[in-house]
């Protein structure tokens, strides 16, 4: 059988990773775990974060995946290395992957960041950046309305256009050259962000360069998938699916059949 990546995030967000991750890597077979009946994290305490990171890498490597993808800002900044501390297989996060295409993509060497009120208060940007190019300048700006919204399936054109510029007010006439969406949840905005942002300002999504990290670590350890029949993807919510099933048939489109499969986590309120 065919050993897949796991996904994990709080919500829908993570479904951004895995759309690239179909599209750079066809042969790979997915399970995806989406946190919705405890979305958003952002707002968490850390160890709450890290406890409902560890419950669902419980609950996914019963499926004996080959590598492990936190493809959730929060849980990354926060969870990463105890997660990698509790499983043989490879973790792999999305800010290091999101602030090295950062660093590749600016002149000026200023970089605006934005995400939920726990990445942006674990300086984990700030520190990814910086331990590349310690002169860099950063801007970063929490955004705790934008995930709520994409978690309701309010991203298409002109939905969230009023919420979007009242969350990047303070980033507009900044001289930053590029921004990194520091949620899996706002590239479903991108058109909205980029609209207040302007033609001047690039928009970095960390999903792109994730797949491209998850194809180079499989790749120089010899776990690549083999040619072969098109893999069945497997997608798990923890809460009400019909909303979590109708954002993932919209973002990924006729890429995958979707049922997602229910399983109450514990909650932890």
Same mark, same amino acid.
């Given at each position: 059988?065919?050993?897949?990546? %796991?996904?994990?995030? $709080?919500?829908? =967000?993570?479904?951004?990773?895995?759309? &690239?991750?179909?599209?750079?890597?066809?042969? &790979?077979?997915?399970? #995806?775990?989406?946190? *919705?009946?405890? $979305?958003? #994290?952002?707002?968490?305490?850390? &160890?709450?974060?890290? *406890?409902?990171?560890?419950?669902?890498?419980?609950?996914?490597?019963?499926?004996?995946?080959?590598?492990?993808? @936190?493809?959730?800002?929060?849980?990354?900044?926060?969870?990463? &290395?105890?997660?990698?501390?509790?499983?043989?297989?490879?973790?792999?996060?999305?800010?290091?992957p999101g602030a090295r295409a950062a660093i590749k993509t600016t002149r000026s060497g200023v970089i605006g960041v934005i995400g939920t009120d726990g990445t942006i208060r674990s300086n984990a940007y700030v520190h990814a950046l910086r331990s590349i190019a310690p002169s860099i300048q950063v801007y970063s700006e929490a955004c705790p309305l934008l995930a709520p919204f994409v978690e309701k399936g309010l991203f298409e054109p002109h939905e969230a256009d009023a919420v979007v510029e009242q969350s990047l007010r303070k980033l507009v =006439?900044?001289?930053?050259?590029?921004?990194?969406? =520091?949620? *899996?949840? #706002?590239?479903?905005?991108?058109? %909205?962000?980029?609209?207040?942002? =302007?033609?001047?300002?690039?928009?970095?999504?960390?999903?792109?360069?994730?797949?491209?990290?998850?194809?180079? @670590?499989l790749s120089h350890r010899r776990m690549l998938a083999e040619p072969g029949a098109l893999p069945i993807h497997q997608f798990f919510c923890s809460g009400e699916t019909e909303v979590f099933k109708k954002i993932a048939e919209s973002w990924l489109k006729d890429q995958l059949s979707i049922t997602p499969v229910v399983w109450q986590v514990p909650r932890i309120l």
């Amino acid at each position: 059988m065919q050993q897949a990546i %796991a996904v994990l995030d $709080s919500g829908v =967000g993570g479904l951004t990773v895995v759309k &690239e991750v179909m599209r750079q890597l066809p042969q &790979e077979k997915v399970i #995806y775990f989406g946190d *919705t009946a405890r $979305s958003p #994290y952002g707002p968490r305490p850390a &160890e709450e974060v890290r *406890t409902f990171t560890r419950q669902i890498v419980d609950y996914l490597i019963q499926f004996n995946p080959k590598m492990i993808v @936190i493809a959730c800002n929060t849980a990354t900044a926060v969870a990463i &290395e105890d997660i990698r501390s509790r499983v043989s297989v490879p973790v792999l996060g999305v800010i290091s992957p999101g602030a090295r295409a950062a660093i590749k993509t600016t002149r000026s060497g200023v970089i605006g960041v934005i995400g939920t009120d726990g990445t942006i208060r674990s300086n984990a940007y700030v520190h990814a950046l910086r331990s590349i190019a310690p002169s860099i300048q950063v801007y970063s700006e929490a955004c705790p309305l934008l995930a709520p919204f994409v978690e309701k399936g309010l991203f298409e054109p002109h939905e969230a256009d009023a919420v979007v510029e009242q969350s990047l007010r303070k980033l507009v =006439g900044k001289p930053i050259d590029c921004l990194i969406l =520091g949620c *899996t949840h #706002y590239p479903f905005l991108a058109q %909205a962000i980029a609209k207040v942002m =302007g033609p001047n300002v690039t928009l970095i999504s960390s999903a792109d360069e994730t797949a491209r990290e998850i194809s180079a @670590i499989l790749s120089h350890r010899r776990m690549l998938a083999e040619p072969g029949a098109l893999p069945i993807h497997q997608f798990f919510c923890s809460g009400e699916t019909e909303v979590f099933k109708k954002i993932a048939e919209s973002w990924l489109k006729d890429q995958l059949s979707i049922t997602p499969v229910v399983w109450q986590v514990p909650r932890i309120l």
